[in-house]
């Protein structure tokens, strides 16, 4: 985390008639660190003093009522007042409270307003109990008070897929009771519980809807679990789809475990499981994994020599290529409001490219993630050319053409042509040299890559590619553009396959190798799919077809003897019925013929083939990565180990509980990652697998991979 210094933590009380407002600020996003929690349980303890005080409203800022538990007090010791512990006693505070919620209400900011007796919301407040995305479970009631409020389904869903909500979504499923429009937000929040003050034994004086006479608290508001509660099994029903598709198995079932406990027992023996199952959750690498992930991915937004205050606006964007890229990457911009012109040679491949844009629109209405009225308005930014002169309003262009140097070299200079001197030109290479690219403009400080990923519309890692000419102010627009699509942009240099796809590869020999020494593809698989990969690296290359390597290898006259014999066979994957595995539809079973295939290959090159363990397939997979990633740090291609980390969590699956490569090398050991690099490169005379200083230099290495 940043060392960004800001003002001290305040719980001011302000009294409304028989109101007291507490507003709490604790820049940035009210966490409810140590000093935060004492000061709310004084102000509550203040106002409990005050026999005039008939209500309470709890607010924040605008940004945020408050973003949770301070992440940053996790894996330390816990002093002072716990977040449970302030919990209860904000439900069991003698008079109403109600928490006035703008910005953000997330995890323990969320369970302190649900502990409230009453909720309302800005319009534009966003809630949600994104616990299972750090590899914990709610620890402060929240598995117990959603259910009460939300009902078992709707709180299952949003707690094992640490989804956030809208405040017109939190209104529907009853999260939130009112939302107030008025500019006065803090103002209106007090009037509104003023119109509730309950109603006391003396004279009342005007409470027009008189509110119960001591608040009902969320514990006991067993009305939406009813139902699950009397008919056992069902959480473990509602949460078998959610669980498949986990993306922490273990938090996952943890929060099942829970809420469980919550439902099918009594509140307080779901709070105590809870609170169990936190604190082990809290503790376990896998946590520590996705803590160091969160970290990680804010750094990637602050790389060196950016000053995003340079950033220029980005009103009318292009895309060159209406292909599967270029229509993604024109359906992100477009999806965030950015105009953009799609730029194709042929009328029949533009009305090509757009009409799939269209049935990715409307698959996305049929699934409800967007309404029919959103999809026509963003269709409606996207406009066809086949005329480069059309360019000429462009801030942004980017490429997405064929990967294919001279293609691309011929199409930046007809960039350079026809687009306003002070555009961004991108281009979506994935391997090609930015610079060379850059080369053919006049003016290269303005060219840089912008890598997506497929579907570029979902896929949220863009590599940003700073060039060697690039200036400051086109790698700031690129991220902050980036960062509009929703995206996780991270810089990093220049080198062929950039980060991700340079690691990649490292892997793709490995796994080649492995086949010709005696492994079979779905062994090689199970072993990735074991450590929490969705695909192994043989079915993620049926899917995106073995021909496309095929074709590069010939024409780079590289080879991969397994994955080329295979294309001869006329085996390209997933298309063909065949390619690694055998398909029926998108059905996979290992396949007789290619280990014949494998086979003859292996006895072709002279290799005794031999039993592999899992162990070692792993090991021959993950740590050449890890090696390689030690190289990307030394040549400044990336800045960080995070921000390596980063790409491959966001780009290519790697699982987010084991934290990224550079990571898992720090968890086992950097040592016995060079003790284990070094025994296989004298096992199979690979001499690219000896460590590179990032794991073997004794005094470590500094942040750019360097021995110190
Ligand atoms: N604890 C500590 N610091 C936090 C924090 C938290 N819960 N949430 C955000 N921050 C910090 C960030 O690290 C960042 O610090 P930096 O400026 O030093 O880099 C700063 O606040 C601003 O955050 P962002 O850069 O992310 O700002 P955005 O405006 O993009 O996003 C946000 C704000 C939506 C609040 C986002 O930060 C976020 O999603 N935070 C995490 C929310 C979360 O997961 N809460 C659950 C915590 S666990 C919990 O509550 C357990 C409980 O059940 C007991």
């Keep these: 985390m940043s060392t960004t210094t800001h003002p001290t933590p305040q719980a001011a009380i302000t009294v409304h008639g028989p109101v007291a407002l507490i507003t709490l600020e604790a820049p940035p996003v009210n966490a409810l660190g140590q000093s935060v929690r004492q000061l709310l349980a004084n102000a509550l303890e203040e106002i409990r003093a005050h026999q005039a005080i008939r209500a309470v409203v709890l607010t ?31 439900e069991d505070f003698p008079v109403p409270v109600t928490a006035a919620i703008a ?3 997330l995890g323990g900011g969320l369970e302190l307003a649900m502990a409230a007796h009453s909720r309302v919301a800005h319009p534009d407040a966003t809630l949600g109990l994104p616990e299972i995305t750090l590899g914990i479970i709610p ?12 009902g078992a389904e709707r709180a299952v869903d949003m707690i094992l897929s640490g989804r956030r909500i809208g405040t017109t979504t939190a209104v529907e499923y009853g999260l939130v009771d009112a939302v107030l429009h008025s500019g006065d937000f803090a103002g209106a929040a007090v009037a509104w519980a003023a119109s509730r003050l309950p109603a006391t034994p003396g004279p009342t004086e005007g409470a027009p809807t008189p509110g119960p006479a001591t608040p009902t608290r969320t514990r006991d508001r067993t009305e939406k679990i009813a139902d699950a509660a009397a008919r056992p099994g069902t959480i473990a029903k509602l949460a ?15 929060a099942v475990e829970a809420i469980t406990a919550g439902i099918e027992e009594e509140f307080d023996a779901g709070a105590t499981a809870e609170r169990r199952l936190f604190l082990e959750r809290v503790a376990s690498p896998e946590a520590a994994a996705q803590r160091h992930l969160f970290a990680a991915e804010r750094a990637t937004r602050k790389p060196a020599g950016l000053d995003a205050t340079s950033a220029r606006d980005i009103g009318q964007a292009a895309v060159i290529g209406a292909g599967t890229m270029g229509g993604g990457i024109a359906l992100a911009l477009a999806t965030a409001g950015v105009p953009v012109i799609v730029v194709e040679t042929r009328q029949e491949a533009l009305d090509h490219g757009l009409a799939q844009v269209r049935r990715n629109l409307d698959v996305s209405v049929s699934h409800g993630s967007r309404t029919s009225g959103q999809a026509d308005e963003q269709f409606a930014r996207i406009t066809g050319t086949l005329d480069y002169a059309d360019l000429a309003a462009a801030d942004l262009v980017v490429e997405a053409a064929f990967e294919d140097l001279d293609v691309k070299k011929d199409i930046f200079a007809r960039l350079d042509a026809n687009t306003r001197p002070d555009a961004v030109l991108a281009t979506n290479t994935s391997y090609l ?11 290269p400080g303005r060219v840089l890559g912008m890598h997506f990923f497929s579907p570029a519309n979902v896929m949220e890692l863009v590599e940003v590619v700073r060039g060697a000419r690039t200036t400051p102010q086109t790698l700031a627009t690129a991220v902050a553009l980036g960062r509009r699509l929703g995206k996780c942009p991270v810089v990093v240099g220049v080198c062929h396959g950039f980060v991700g796809n340079r690691m990649l590869e490292v892997r793709g020999r490995q796994a080649e190798a492995l086949l010709l020494e005696g492994a079979l593809p779905g062994q090689v698989d199970d072993v990735l799919t074991g450590f929490g990969f969705r695909m192994g690296p043989f079915a993620m290359a049926d899917m995106a077809g073995l021909d496309i390597g095929w074709r590069n290898r010939t024409s780079q006259g590289t080879t991969a003897p397994v994955s080329d014999a295979l294309c001869e066979a006329g085996r390209f994957g997933q298309k063909t019925g065949s390619g690694f595995f055998a398909y029926d539809g998108r059905e996979r079973s290992d396949d007789p013929e290619t ?10 090159q002279g290799i005794d083939r031999r039993d592999i363990g899992s162990e070692e397939i792993l090991e021959r997979l993950l740590y050449p990565m890890v090696n390689e990633g030690g190289r990307i740090l030394a040549e400044g291609i990336a800045e960080r180990p995070g921000d390596i980390d980063v790409i491959w969590v966001k780009g290519y699956n790697w699982p987010a509980y084991r934290g990224g490569p550079m990571f898992h090398a720090e968890a086992v050991g950097r040592g016995h990652v ?28 500094d942040g750019a991979g360097a021995p110190r």
């Design 60 to 90: 924040g800022t605008d940004r945020a009522f408050s973003a949770g538990a301070d992440i940053t007090e996790f894996g330390g010791t816990t002093t002072g007042i716990t977040l449970p512990e302030l919990v209860d006693r904000l």
């Design 103 to 105: 910005g953000v209400a």
């Design 139 to 150: 620890g402060a009631g929240g598995t117990g008070m959603l259910p009460r409020l939300v």
């Design 595 to 604: 280990t014949r295939i494998i086979e003859r290959v292996s006895a072709e």
């Design 433 to 443: 040299d930015v610079d060379a690219i850059a080369a053919t403009v006049a003016d």
């Design 240 to 254: 078998s789809g959610p669980l498949r598709k986990a993306k922490d198995p273990y938090a996952a079932r943890a």
């Design 674 to 701: 060079a003790e284990r690099l070094v025994h296989h490169a004298e096992a199979t005379g690979d001499e690219t697998l000896r460590p590179v200083a990032w794991l073997t230099a004794p005094g470590g290495v």
